[in-house]
């Protein structure tokens, strides 16, 4: 399984932009990058995932280096409701049926600062 | 994307007894999922259920404590059995789905389960 690193905590200012970095270095070449976060003990809300381009949705960005060993998730306006932990995970395939299970990893704390 | 139900949504039951924990879903899927969050921690899954075979368990997770059933397409129960308080925990169902939107399936989540055994 390819491991993500992220960041444990980061804040950010209300109304910036809040940029959360992870490292996916042993990521392959079919393997998708996908975004989570969780608002304190609710269901993960899926964000966003890309391959190898750039990708952007109503709720973020999603930028992913050339080398596809990293990752950029962006909130371009960040608000107090985006405080939660944000997972970065790899998906990896575990079946001919081509479905694929999550692997968590620890995420980092994003907090919305007033 | 999939709107996915469960119940309860949190219980207080006592050592040694069991308690099923149901999740709906509002579109067929073939996939589900069954994870653990204990306090504190991240998400960790327990097995994966298709629809018309037994569910497929990860390291340290047995059928015996945790039972599945995937009857149908829409609908899953998860047994967490003879309960310790160490099975004090959020249980979260998933499901794959792809929208017209999405090139890919996509992983949509429950609102979990808070379950706390005294």
Redesign the interface.
């Known amino acids: 399984d390819a491991k993500t690193t992220q960041p444990p905590s980061m804040d950010c200012a209300e109304g910036r932009a809040a940029n959360l970095p992870c490292n996916h270095s042993t990521i392959s070449g079919n393997e ?1 990058v ?1 975004w ?1 976060r969780q608002i304190h ?6 964000i966003i ?1 890309g391959l190898k381009n750039n990708e952007t949705n109503e709720m973020a960005s999603l930028i992913i280096t050339e080398d596809r060993k990293s990752s950029t998730l962006i909130l371009p306006h960040a608000t107090l409701r985006d405080t939660a932990v944000y ?1 970065c995970i790899v998906r990896v395939p ?1 079946s001919n ?11 980092t704390r994003l907090t919305i600062i007033p | 994307s999939a709107v996915i139900s469960q119940k309860p949504s949190r219980d207080i039951c006592q050592r040694g007894t069991s308690l099923t924990i149901q999740c709906q879903v509002d579109s067929q899927v073939t996939m589900m999922f069954w994870y653990r969050q204990q306090p504190g921690q991240s998400l960790t899954l327990i097995a994966t259920a298709n629809q018309g075979s037994e569910a497929t368990y990860e390291s340290g997770f047995v059928i015996d404590k945790f039972p599945i059933s995937r009857p149908n397409l829409t609908f899953s129960t998860l047994t967490v059995s003879n309960m310790s308080p160490e099975d004090s925990s959020i249980y979260l169902c998933s499901v794959d789905y792809r929208g017209r939107a999405l090139r890919t399936d996509t992983q949509y989540f429950g609102p979990g389960t808070r379950l706390t055994v005294l």
């Open positions: 998708y996908y989570y003990s609710q269901g993960p809300q899926y995932h997972y575990i049926f081509g479905n694929e299970k999550l692997t968590f990893g620890t995420g």
